[in-house]
């Protein structure tokens, strides 16, 4: 699992369905996107904005664990789809058809005799190249969720050219594994990528213990080299309807069309600009302009500027974000951890976090009011009725103080409270906190968006009503997440795990079954606090092995209560483009504008 920060663009393509075709003055509907009246025109240059801090640095599609950079996710998923494509869509999914059986212990899967960029067929061998990858080495991948994908595989078998069957060793929900495992899974060129050196000659390294982790080095350190990406012939074999033009240390590049896509939505587009902005500023003044952007996601503390923004010819589309908003409390951190692993304190800092005020003032309404770990604006098939009524700790500052008066705090309201009662007894302050210690934290955030500095300062402002104390530390996404690491029993006291007390990447993505698998399960990567509880743990798997919403509303609720992070407004994507482009709208919540291969200009109506 990876972070995301603020709004990443997370899935890849829907579908196209038909060409583009001249038919000059009618109304013309292009496959999944917008109806626009108009002609197509094909060509041209659409520029997209990234949201600020965003900024990707590392293009193999199977990161390591060490690098929880989402943004990377947007760069490579338009040149490697998954197998999957987010929500089974079989159109752009890799296979033709996909079949479980044997107890759902077993999947079949059928490719579509798709090629790569070079013209060499796409087969069953480039799934085994990937399994072979990962099976050696998936503890160092960030997708790795424990104990599914590929550690619960004790067989891959592949009958002929195109067709993979996948043995697990168990029964699995196919709904859960099917929208949550095999959409992190790629297809990667075996033909092309399993050598171990730019100079090196392919072969089957990939195939024996020394020669996969030697491709695995390779791979791995081709991927972080920033400098090469955009020139290096190992990038330019690729699946998916682009590949990367450009690419500069900024953040900024481009995508071109693959011209030898074997998928429907072919680009219609020449080339699509991935712009960075430093701050929201910078970028609100650029489409004010009206000139050079095509496609960028609106801060929502300037949704008052939508009408100036329609008199340049932009457009504005919302959709919902599928996550979960967060601040991670560092249970290993040496002096906060004590602290933090109380959940009384957890409780008592949810209870002082307005979430109704952020959702109205900051994000304007266009936020998921984060009552727990599962969205409510999609996907309600998954709610409980106990997030549905607000969640287990709505805003109470009286709730907060007397939790921290039960045990043992003396409170001083918009000051620092103090421990008065050490010990580990039901009305003491817990386990390795001592007598007059403070109740005060340092926040890290990602610095550049006006919106979460603003909810930030909010949250500093109402954690002090009850005499906790935040100091707030903005910094670049990518300083943040190089300088703060999953923390856990094994990795502590590493010095990243004493870098952070708190800390805000923006939001954490979900796949189609929000079960926060990967994220909450004991020593996951995206558990970035060392949250572990053997509960916690069986919940989640039994959302994994079964389709019942009881197990998956205990689950929810359990984890909604036990705070391992506090719960935040997520914000929603809201986008303008200009008008004249068609194919953006609808846009469903994993699609997220990373789709431009359905996108296309027309003329104004005669």
């Given at each position: ?215 695995w080095n390779f791979l791995q350190k ?318 989640i798997n039994e959302t994994e092995y ?29 986008f303008v483009y200009k008008s004249n ?26």
């Amino acid at each position: 699992m990876r972070i995301r920060y603020p709004v990443a663009m997370t899935a890849a393509a829907l579908a196209l369905a038909t060409a583009v075709a001249a038919c000059g003055g009618t109304t013309t509907k292009v496959g999944a996107g917008s109806t626009v009246k108009g002609q197509p025109e094909r060509g041209g240059t659409v520029t997209v904005a990234e949201a600020s801090g965003a900024s990707p640095n590392d293009i193999f599609p199977l990161s390591p664990a060490t690098n929880t950079n989402g943004y990377n996710v947007n760069l490579t998923v338009g040149e490697w789809p998954n197998l999957v494509y987010i929500g089974d869509n079989p159109q752009e999914s890799l296979y033709s058809s996909l079949t479980w059986s044997d107890n759902d212990s077993v999947i079949t899967i059928v490719l579509k005799p798709w090629k790569w960029s070079d013209g060499v067929p796409i087969t069953a061998r480039d799934f085994t190249f990937v399994y072979n990858l990962l099976k050696a080495n998936y503890n160092d991948w960030v997708d790795y969720d424990p104990g599914l994908f590929p550690a619960d595989v004790t067989k891959v078998a592949t009958p002929n050219a195109h067709t993979v069957v996948i043995h697990l060793n168990r029964s699995y929900n196919p709904d859960f594994y099917t929208d949550d495992v095999l959409t992190e899974v790629p297809l990667l060129p075996q033909h092309a990528w399993d050598k171990t050196s730019l100079t090196g000659t392919v072969g089957n390294y990939d195939q024996t213990k020394s020669g996969v982790t030697a491709v695995w080095n390779f791979l791995q350190k081709q991927g972080a080299d920033t400098a090469t990406l955009a020139t290096s012939p190992l990038w330019k074999v690729v699946d998916g309807p682009w590949k990367l033009g450009q690419f500069q240390s900024d953040g900024y590049y481009t995508w071109v069309p693959n011209t030898n896509y074997s998928g429907a939505a072919k680009p219609v587009l020449s080339k699509v600009i991935f712009t960075p902005f430093t701050t929201d500023a910078a970028e609100m003044d650029t489409l004010r302009s009206g000139t050079t952007l095509t496609v960028a996601p609106l801060p929502l503390n300037d949704v008052g500027q939508i009408g100036e923004l329609k008199t340049e010819g932009y457009s504005v589309a919302s959709v919902p974000t599928p996550g979960v908003a967060e601040i991670v409390p560092n249970l290993w951190n040496a002096q906060a951890g004590p602290l933090l692993k109380q959940l009384y304190v957890r409780q008592a800092l949810e209870y002082l976090i307005n979430r109704q005020q952020i959702e109205t003032d900051v994000f304007h309404g266009y936020a998921d009011p984060g009552n727990g770990a599962v969205p409510t604006t999609y996907g309600q098939q998954w709610v409980s009725p106990l997030e549905k009524s607000g969640g287990p700790y709505p805003y109470s500052p009286s709730k907060a103080e007397a939790l921290l008066k039960a045990h043992g705090w003396k409170i001083t309201p918009n000051g620092t409270d103090i421990c008065q009662q050490p010990g580990a007894g039901a009305s003491d302050c817990g386990a390795g906190v001592a007598a007059g210690e403070k109740l005060q934290f340092q926040l890290l955030y990602a610095s550049g968006s006006a919106d979460y500095d603003q909810m930030n300062a909010a949250i500093q402002t109402s954690e002090a009503q009850g005499g906790i104390h935040i100091t707030l530390k903005a910094e670049p996404f990518n300083t943040l997440v190089a300088t703060t690491s999953t923390c856990n029993a094994q990795s502590h006291p590493a010095s990243t795990c004493n870098n952070w007390q708190l800390q805000q990447f923006g939001y954490q993505p979900y796949s189609v079954d929000p079960n926060g698998s990967g994220i909450f399960n004991t020593n996951a990567d995206s558990n970035y606090g060392g949250y572990s509880s053997p509960e916690m743990d069986q919940l989640i798997n039994e959302t994994e092995y079964g389709p019942s919403s009881s197990a998956f509303f205990a689950y929810e609720n359990y984890v909604a209560e036990q705070v391992p992070w506090l719960w935040l407004p997520n914000q929603s994507a809201v986008f303008v483009y200009k008008s004249n482009l068609a194919g953006f709208t609808p846009a469903s919540p994993f699609d997220f504008t990373l789709n431009p291969e359905v996108w296309y200009y027309v003329k104004p109506a005669s």
